[in-house]
């Protein structure tokens, strides 16, 4: 019998109800039904969640109901932070920049967000800023930059963490630009860095770049602005002191 319905769900392409049917109660033959198509629905969901989290690349998996919001992070007029945790933005295609100095909670938030977007089934690409340049270089030397591109355009938001830590070379800065200027109004970018704007020719090395490039991040974004000490240091400093008391 078994067998028989593992064929019927495998002709009905229904992936999970064969091996779970039987963790469903059974009170009347009408409600039976019912939940076992909402057991394979929610089944399908589930496992469309993951595929897309594991597909995002994250470096950690780090979520809002776990993040330490603080006075420290000023929000612009554009915003509020429901409307950021809603995603909001994301429906509208626009930007979120999130700046200030290490170790305040950018990447935390931006991963955060990206796990939202990922749980409520769209498509998101993280990317440390120095290894996606790095990439892209290495895809263009051996001939596979279209279909690392390709791969991009397929995600619904691309997280950029990390830009101001390592300066590039004038190929790798282009590299870097055509991929932001690609996604200008078709999809929504988070940017993670230490950086204020007018330090960004650091990074990029070619003034005129780096202001096509602010231009496109910035039209139709979210700045938020990180103050404080690193929150790293904060509890480092603090389980020193828990130690000494001791």
Not at 222 to 229: K, N
Not at 233 to 241: G, P, T
């Amino acid at each position: 019998m078994t067998r028989d319905i593992k064929e019927i769900c495998k002709a009905l392409h229904l992936a999970y109800i064969a091996d779970r049917f039987e963790e469903v109660p059974y009170e009347t033959k009408e409600q039976f039904l019912r939940d076992v198509l909402a057991l394979e629905i929610s089944s399908r969901q589930e496992a469309k969640r993951s595929k897309l989290i594991k597909k995002a690349k994250f470096r950690e998996l780090k979520w809002l109901k776990d993040y330490e919001w603080s006075d420290h992070i000023h929000w612009p007029s554009t915003t509020t932070k429901e409307e950021l945790c809603d995603l909001v933005f994301l429906e509208r295609r626009q930007n979120v920049l999130l700046l200030g100095s290490p170790g305040t909670g950018k990447t935390h938030l931006a991963t955060a967000l990206g796990l939202k977007a990922c749980e409520k089934g769209h498509e998101v690409r993280f990317f440390r800023v120095a290894d996606l340049v790095a990439q892209l270089e290495e895809a263009l030397k051996n001939g596979t930059l279209p279909r690392l591109k390709r791969q991009i355009e397929a995600c619904e938001l691309l997280i950029l963490d990390e830009l101001g830590y390592v300066p590039f070379q004038k190929q790798g800065s282009e590299l870097l630009f055509h991929i932001i200027a690609d996604c200008y109004e078709r999809k929504s970018v988070i940017v993670t860095s230490n950086l204020e704007f007018g330090q960004w020719n650091r990074v990029f090395e070619d003034n005129r770049l780096t202001a096509a490039l602010v231009d496109r991040l910035v039209h139709h974004a979210h700045i938020i602005a990180f103050t404080g000490e690193s929150y790293r240091l904060r509890h480092a400093l603090s389980s020193v002191k828990k130690i000494s008391s001791n």
